[in-house]
């Protein structure tokens, strides 16, 4: 016998296709959907604090992302795009990293390995507390863990990929990559979203180990990863996944309607629909969605390499 719901479920859901454009009504379903914030913290050296975002009103496990924010950013100021994440099925640990001690004379080299190391040990703890019973890390499918990271949690979420097999598949949100990673690549699959760079050719870039001139970094680490996803953004604010980022300065708004910056409501969605796509096929083996043979979105290009099956 096939279920049938209830009136009341139809009567809403009329309303709702009324009320809302037939093309943003999923989107609306899913803004709806409501999450659960939770927090756990552990001791290695240093105590280290997470921010995690879980769905509700669905079973887990979950497959769960790892995240690691912008050099001296908190889990917090990324909240609405973590919890869109977790709105998408995904069980998020945001990692409050440790504050370095000298932060203005920290090298971003030194500092990606740092972190990506915590993400690493992170995901240690994390797959400890569920095997002793945590109630919330208990939602963790331990075969479906991703690392996504922002500027130089981009970079650490590269280098963690190359260390730790048991990141499935890796994102790096508009974070220039430093480390042994630039050299030998990563074998998970891995997405770069980048702004666009134009080179000098007065003065054509020069490869750094310290510091990355225009993406020589980057192509190095493609050259050397199997799979990998490369969305180049004309005019993307490379703090716009934050919170802080959706409540734009004037310049920010005057930059968007001129066409010369993209909207941070513009970016938050278009990765959100990135993280869905890459992750629900690397991690859940999900349908590859056409996304991820070309993008959509004005303003981007899509490069794509795979030397294993799609």
């Given amino acids: 016998m096939r279920a049938t719901r209830p009136a009341c479920f139809v009567e809403l859901a009329w309303i709702a296709a009324l009320l809302?454009?037939?093309?943003?009504?999923?989107?609306?379903?899913?803004?709806?959907?409501?999450?659960?914030?939770?927090?756990?913290?552990?001791?290695?050296?240093?105590?280290?604090?997470?921010?995690?975002?879980?769905?509700?009103?669905?079973?887990?496990?979950?497959?769960?992302?790892?995240?690691?924010?912008?050099?001296?950013?908190?889990?917090?100021?990324?909240?609405?795009?973590?919890?869109?994440?977790?709105?998408?099925?995904?069980?998020?640990i945001a990692i409050e990293h440790p504050a370095f001690a000298d932060p203005d004379n920290m090298e971003l080299y030194d500092a990606a390995k740092i972190i990506a190391r915590q993400l690493v040990r992170s995901l240690d703890h994390v797959l400890a507390?569920?095997?002793?019973?945590?109630?919330?890390?208990a939602l963790v499918d331990p075969g479906r863990i991703g690392v996504v990271g922002h500027s130089i949690g981009g970079a650490a979420a590269a280098q963690a990929c190359a260390w730790d097999s048991r990141f499935k598949a890796g994102?790096?949100?508009?974070?220039t990559i430093f480390g042994e990673v630039v050299h030998t690549g990563m074998p998970q699959p891995f997405f770069l979203?980048?702004?666009?760079?134009?080179?000098?050719?007065?003065?054509?870039?020069?490869?750094?180990?310290?510091?990355?001139?225009?993406?020589?970094?980057?192509?190095?680490?493609?050259?050397?990863?199997?799979?990998?996803?490369?969305l180049t953004v004309d005019g993307l604010d490379h703090m716009s996944f934050t919170d802080a980022a959706l409540v734009p300065t004037l310049s920010a708004k005057v930059g968007t309607a001129m066409g010369l910056l993209l909207g941070a409501k513009a970016t938050q969605e278009m990765t959100t629909r990135y993280v869905e796509d890459f992750f629900g096929h690397y991690l859940s083996g999900d349908l590859k969605n056409a996304r991820l043979d070309r993008s959509p979105f004005a303003g981007t290009s899509l490069r794509i390499k795979r030397t294993t099956p799609p």
């Avoid at 995240?67 to 998020?92: E, H």
């Fill in 20 to 92: 809302i454009p037939a093309v943003g009504l999923a989107q609306h379903l899913a803004d709806s959907v409501p999450v659960r914030r939770d927090s756990v913290a552990w001791t290695d050296s240093v105590q280290i604090r997470a921010q995690i975002w879980a769905p509700v009103l669905v079973p887990g496990p979950f497959p769960t992302l790892l995240f690691s924010p912008g050099f001296g950013q908190k889990p917090a100021q990324y909240s609405t795009l973590l919890a869109s994440w977790a709105r998408q099925g995904y069980l998020v």
């Fill in 129 to 137: 507390a569920r095997r002793e019973g945590s109630a919330v890390l």
């Fill in 171 to 175: 994102m790096d949100l508009d974070g």
């Fill in 193 to 230: 979203i980048r702004q666009h760079f134009t080179a000098n050719p007065l003065d054509p870039p020069r490869f750094l180990e310290y510091h990355d001139q225009a993406s020589l970094h980057e192509d190095s680490v493609w050259a050397h990863s199997p799979t990998m996803y490369w």
